[in-house]
T-cell receptor, first 112, second 116 residues
Framework: DQQVKQNSPSLSVQEGRISILNCDYT??????FLWYKKYPAEGPTFLIS?????DKNEDGRFTVFLNKSAKHLSLHIVPSQPGDSAVYFC???????????FGTGTRLKVLA | NAGVMQNPRHLVRRRGQEARLRCSPV?????VYWYRQLPEEGLKFMVY????????ESGMPKERFSAEFPKEGPSILRIQQVVRGDSAAYFC??????????????FGSGTRLTVV
């Protein structure tokens, strides 16, 4: 059972426009969610997180929105830059364990 | 370099050989996690170790895979008698305290294992 899902494997956006990456989840008990960014041949790097008690968290060009009733979160990047081209993973901690559950990732390409 | 160091970056093994992947955590971190990413998939948890102890190996295949984190030296993920299906990117992560946090782990750059 895939508890964290990213249904869009890829997304292309023009430089300067908004990028919206989506993530759905099935477990309403997740305490928080994270977004990781991954460049080719590198490890994932933490980008931004959101607590389940909030509906928005903002850090510079990156904003994450959480819609608990829809079990949906989204990462907004505005304005998008070519350096944002990477694979983005959403993840959530499995309750009572040390594990993160990752989505399958969305490859973002920002076109100059 | 204060990050998680993994080596080798790339490893090619013939079927039936052994693969040894090494991970040195961030200095001062005593908690190490191994994740595997198969092609076109997300990262999947394999094992969580503290110094000299395996805490959770629920994501490890039952056979051929083992992990250790000795008192001195790096953590080692060992795969015996590799098969083609073991080809993947293996990522190590570390944290200063146990468990997940809302800042996530620090990941290394990974070891890409190719079994031919």
């Amino acid at each position: 059972d895939q508890q964290v899902k990213q249904n869009s494997p890829s997304l292309s956006v023009q430089e300067g426009r908004i990028s919206i990456l989506n993530c759905d989840y099935t477990n309403s008990m997740f305490d928080y969610f994270l977004w990781y960014k991954k460049y080719p041949a590198e490890g994932p790097t933490f980008l931004i997180s959101i607590s389940s008690i909030k509906d928005k968290n903002e850090d510079g060009r990156f904003t994450v929105f959480l819609n608990k009733s829809a079990k949906h979160l989204s990462l907004h990047i505005v304005p998008s830059q070519p350096g944002d081209s990477a694979v983005y993973f959403c993840a959530a901690p499995e309750a009572g364990t040390y594990k993160y559950i990752f989505g399958t990732g969305t490859r973002l390409k920002v076109l100059a | 370099n204060a990050g998680v160091m993994q080596n080798p970056r790339h490893l090619v093994r013939r079927r039936g050989q052994e693969a040894r992947l090494r991970c040195s955590p961030v200095k001062g971190h005593s908690h190490v996690y191994w994740y595997r990413q198969l092609p076109e998939e997300g990262l999947k948890f394999m094992v969580y170790l503290q110094k000299e102890n395996i805490i959770d190996e629920s994501g490890m295949p039952k056979e051929r895979f083992s992990a250790e984190f000795p008192k001195e030296g790096p953590s080692i993920l060992r795969i015996q008698q590799v098969v083609r299906g073991d080809s993947a990117a293996y990522f190590c992560a570390s944290s200063p305290q146990a468990g997940a946090s809302n800042y996530g782990y620090t990941f290394g750059s990974g070891t890409r294992l190719t079994v031919v």
